[in-house]
């Protein structure tokens, strides 16, 4: 896949598992994966995408797999990521974040693998 993540990802409501790891997409993650509430793991490594990390992916209560790594995301990581989470794996290696980690990651008690480099 080339191009910008279609905005229309984010209202498929029965969606599981998002991957498009190493596809080339560009631009942002797109805002509203809220209405895929059962989303259990998310993944958009190796990719060209900019922008911030959406505080939204923080309403997922399900999520235990995200996986942002080897892009150009910026900014700070979302407060809300690492709350009331059940992650198995957070991976944000190799972005341009920037900003202190939120005491909330140290909480998260099924963490099994962490990569903020």
Do not use: H
């Amino acid at each position: 896949m080339t191009g910008n993540i279609p905005s229309s990802y984010t209202s498929l409501s029965n969606l599981q598992s998002f991957s498009l790891a190493n596809n080339c997409p560009i631009g942002e993650i797109p805002v509203g994966f809220t209405t895929s509430a059962g989303l259990e793991a998310f993944s958009v490594s190796g990719n060209g995408l900019n922008g911030t990390i959406p505080a939204d992916l923080g309403a997922l209560s399900k999520l235990s797999s995200l996986s942002l790594s080897n892009n150009l995301l910026s900014g700070q990581i979302p407060v809300p990521i690492g709350k009331d989470f059940n992650f198995a794996v957070l991976l944000r290696r190799n972005n341009q974040l920037n900003g202190s980690i939120p005491n909330a990651l140290g909480a998260l008690s099924n963490l099994q693998k962490l990569d903020l480099a």
